[in-house]
């Protein structure tokens, strides 16, 4: 029996691979298993190789792997892209309907003699299901909960052909390893980092969201709209990004907690509207997925290559804070510190995120909603009379009141400004106004989260991460671990601001440091070195659209 396998399902867009791939990681997730899954996909609207892979486990996983052990082909050509990549371990690693793979290596189900070619995805379901050891009852109570809002007769044809494909299974026994048992397990949650997101800024109280749809962005808003009504909140597709963050600034201004989301070609749109939400001094969470560019680039594959575009996004010099969280748990609970810090700091924080986070699914315990992001404010600034908007503190922030809702005059500009919020030439004024701007950094970095080590007092090998990165470091480094190898990984989960404090002397204490990326110029590593002066000795980069693995990092580690 095995302890952990990935299981990859390949196809044309259209053959209900999302569709068999999501009921099968929830029988799995139903049965007590921890997963993780990604999906692969073409930008196209049908046809096309696409992948729904799955790595299962008895303990939780931390990443996908380079290898697949089972395959399930929905077409021939799953079996001729993926032949290289199946484990050469002994026993059946394809399921097919035809295959060019040896036959004591694949089971060829008869796919169209046992049900209706509509449901030839749940006759897969239950044929996997049940050669991997799941219980029928289990498989088919997920199916009817996923196919619940459809006519009853779609959940019966579902159910029979999940039946069918089980009877199949014990009348034509296969040498294939089951998976170990799973022991009981509290219940838990299925998300990816998009449902995650939204939810983390549902709990932080978002009223008002505004957006125009870009892979790998749109479903954090989708997921939104599908909880507007119940959460009385306000989401709008504007007709471009421009209009997108604007409209989510005067949301703002106009009281509400308020959000945009995009990716890297639409953020290229929004960098005037950052700069606006700073000169105004307006709350705002911005999302950035990150895709591989320049251009139209990948549309539907993963990078980490847009760090250093939104640290320095927009014109003009303002502070800001960027969040990079590397788990679905941080996900959520980031999404609601950077609406708090957002509000804290009255300007712009980020939460860069990319596609491989954004589409990944994993098994989670339902997240904790009596806990709230903890921050160190300063003292509540004296309120002036009459009231002043941009009112000069020692802290930066002034007090900041909703335009209408009081006797109180409110006036912005997005020009430089005086303290009651008019515009000014006034040379003298104006140093003033960015040292009021630039004073509530402090408050950004007496508030920063210091990056997640792992390893002993000191580490031969130091590999630092940031973002969706995380599984891959911990994996890689438990691996190299059992090995024999003195590993510590050093994760950052805020990447803006820096504090040297925090990790200069793991770096220092290692004999080896090696960044970890998914770009190819080392992002990262350079703002390390701009910010601590400490230069990282190596790299491990990956850009040609897939993410980071523990093979992928191991073996690089081996090459660099």
């Given amino acids: 029996m095995k302890d952990t396998l990935q299981v990859v399902i390949g196809g044309e867009a259209g053959q209900g691979l999302v569709t068999l791939g999501e009921l099968l990681a929830k029988s799995f997730v139903r049965s007590g298993y921890h997963i993780l899954v990604t999906q692969t996909y073409m930008s196209r609207i049908r046809g096309g190789h696409n992948t729904f892979a799955i790595r299962v486990g008895v303990a939780p996983v931390d990443a996908l792997r380079e290898q697949i052990d089972l395959l399930v082909a929905l077409d021939d050509d799953t079996v001729k892209l993926h032949q290289a990549t199946l484990t050469q371990a002994d026993g059946v690693v394809v399921i097919a309907e035809s295959s060019t793979v040896a036959a004591g290596r694949c089971v060829r189900v008869p796919f169209k003699k046992l049900a209706d070619p509509k449901y030839e995805n749940a006759i897969a379901l239950g044929v996997v299901a049940a050669l991997l050891g799941l219980d029928q009852a289990v498989v088919s109570e997920a199916a009817s909960a996923y196919f619940g809002g459809k006519d009853a007769a779609v959940v019966e044809a579902n159910r029979a052909a999940v039946a069918a494909a089980y009877a199949w299974a014990a009348a034509t026994p296969q040498p294939i390893e089951k998976l170990a048992p799973a022991g009981a397990s509290p219940a838990r949650l299925m998300l990816n980092g998009n449902e995650a997101l939204a939810l983390g800024a549902l709990a932080a109280g978002v009223k008002f969201c505004a957006f125009y749809p870009m892979s790998p962005a749109t479903s954090i808003m989708l997921n939104l709209v599908a909880h507007a009504d119940e959460m009385g909140l306000v989401v709008e597709q504007a007709e471009d990004e421009i209009a997108a963050i604007n409209m989510a600034i005067g949301a703002s201004f106009a009281g509400s907690r308020s959000m945009t989301a995009t990716s890297g070609g639409g953020f290229a749109l929004m960098t005037e509207g950052v700069s606006l939400s700073a000169m105004t001094e307006t709350p705002l969470v911005i999302v950035v997925a990150q895709r591989p560019g320049p251009a139209t680039g990948l549309p539907t594959r993963t990078e980490q290559a847009e760090l250093e575009f939104v640290l320095h996004a927009g014109h003009g010099e303002f502070p800001r804070a960027i969040f990079a969280p590397g788990s679905i748990e941080e996900c959520f609970e980031l999404t609601r510190r950077a609406f708090a810090l957002a509000e804290a700091s009255q300007g712009p924080v980020f939460l860069l995120t990319d596609q491989f986070l954004a589409d990944s699914h994993r098994d989670v315990p339902p997240f904790n909603l009596e806990t709230s992001a903890t921050l160190t404010l300063p003292a509540p600034e004296p309120a002036t009379e009459p009231y002043k908007r941009y009112a000069f503190t020692a ?31 006034n040379l003298a004024l ?3 106004m960015v040292a009021k701007r630039l004073r509530k950094l402090k408050i950004l970095t007496d508030n920063i989260l210091a990056p997640e080590y792992e390893g002993g007092d000191t580490a031969e090998l130091l590999l630092i991460g940031w973002g969706s990165t995380k599984g891959a470091l911990a994996e890689a480094a438990a691996h190299m671990r059992a090995a024999g190898r003195n590993v510590g990984t050093l994760h950052f989960s805020q990447i803006w601001p820096l504090a040297p404090a925090h990790f200069l002397d793991r770096l220092r204490g290692a004999r080896r440091v090696v960044c970890v990326e998914g770009n190819a110029t080392g992002q990262f590593a350079r703002l390390i070195r701009r910010e601590s002066g400490f230069a990282v000795g190596g790299m491990v980069l990956r850009y040609d659209g897939l993410p980071l ?5 191991i073996e690089g580690l081996g090459h660099e």
């Fill in 395 to 425: 802290s930066g922030v002034s007090q900041r009141l909703v335009p209408g809702a009081g006797q109180e005059l409110v006036v912005a500009d997005s020009d430089e400004h005086d303290e009651q919020g008019h515009i000014t030439e």
């Fill in 430 to 432: 104006r140093v003033k």
């Fill in 549 to 553: 693995t523990p093979e992928y990092i």
